[in-house]
Every structure is written in C-alpha cells, then in structure tokens.
C-alpha cells in the first residue's frame, strides 16, 4: 500500500506565524498571507526550548517560596504564599477555590515541566518509542496551556470579593510576579518545540538543520 506524499516531497511549508500552508518553491520564502519567513522546522528548536523550559523552573522556586498576597483582615496582616493560600481556603471550607488554585499552580507547572523534559530527551536520544504517544503529550501540554493563568485570574477574583465586601485588602507580593514569568516561559518552551522532530529523530538539532535547509 502506497503512503501519501509528504508536505517536503511537495514542497509544502508550514507557516509557523499564521498556519498557512506555503509553497516553497516561490522566492522569496515568505508566507504569501503574513510575509514571515517560512521554516520547514523551528530553528534551533531543541535549544531554545531547553532554555526557556530551565528558566521556567529556575522561577518556579520562587514562585512557591515567595508570598504571592498581603491579606489584611480586621487590621492584621499575613503574607501568603501559593500552598498555604490552598491550605487557608481549603480549612475555611472553599474547596473549589482551594482546588483551582492548587491545579493551576502546582500541577500544571509540573505537569509541563515532566512532559517537555520527556520530549526533549527522547528526541536527543533518538528514541523510537511511543512516538505517537509523545505527539498527544504535546498536544496536551498545547492544551492545558491555556489554562496556565487561572492562578492570576483566581487571586485578583479573591481580592476584588474582599474589597467589595469591605472586609480586608489583598495586596499583591513579589511571589505573583515570579509565577507570572513561569507561566511566560512554560508557554514560550511549549510554542519553541518542535513536534515533527518526534518522528524524524534526527542524530543532533545542528545536522538537522543544516540537511532540511541544503
């Protein structure tokens, strides 16, 4: 059985800024729709994604040790980081936020940090397994991405109900920031990686550059 041509025996190409598909026969090799340059793969795609993803987590540590809020109720005042603010609703019987805060924060992260980490080194390594498999995870990490500031969204909810209500202030903390860059750099290392290199295997990102472009 014969399998159908691929987009490079076409020459197809991918338009990584708008999603059009581009002849890359014609010259200049611009995306005739957007006019960003057309890629037949991410440059440099292992690299940067790398980079992004160690950012990522050098912030992470942060963002968990670090008060995210000031809470003043009643003229006292505590500062709260991400896991006591899910402990504090939790006990006060707000499971729901409790849990919503804990997922976007805690799980989330991790979850992409694992999965991204399980790509890249499979990739590196030349690994034949699970290939299809590996493409879903990415798609999923595409996915749960979306969902990455409900943390954000979550706390300035909180501290507009509190002020609403006059009971206290809520006022940000230098932690809010740092997980802010986290959720930054998560979805630039998503966006950075390559998927295609899932099934091409190459032997290193540099050779592989270099026989796609010559």
Request: hydrophobic share 50%; aromatic share 10%.
């Amino acid at each position: 059985m014969n399998s159908p041509p691929t987009a490079r025996e076409l020459n197809l190409c991918l338009c990584h800024t708008c999603g059009q598909a581009c002849d890359m026969r014609l010259e200049p090799t611009e995306c005739e729709r957007c006019g960003a340059p057309l890629h037949r793969r991410k440059t440099q795609s292992l690299t940067r994604t790398w980079a992004y993803m160690l950012t990522a987590l050098a912030f992470y540590v942060p963002a968990n040790l670090l008060p995210v809020m000031n809470t003043t109720m009643l003229g006292s005042g505590a500062d709260s980081t991400i896991m006591s603010g899910v402990l504090e609703f939790w006990q006060h019987g707000a499971w729901d936020i409790a849990l919503i805060i804990f997922i976007a924060s805690i799980a989330v992260p991790g979850i992409k940090f694992l999965s991204l980490g399980l790509l890249l080194i499979t990739v590196q390594r030349n690994s034949q397994w699970a290939r299809r498999e590996r493409s879903k995870l990415f798609r999923f990490i595409e996915l749960i991405g979306y969902w990455s500031m409900l943390d954000v969204i979550v706390v300035a909810l909180v501290a507009a109900l509190v002020k609403f209500q006059a009971l206290g202030t809520i006022e940000p903390r230098l932690g809010i920031l740092f997980f802010g860059l986290v959720v930054v750099f998560t979805m630039l290392a998503a966006m950075s990686f390559d998927p295609r290199l899932i099934w091409e295997n190459p032997p290193n990102e540099e050779t592989s550059d270099e026989r796609i472009q010559g």
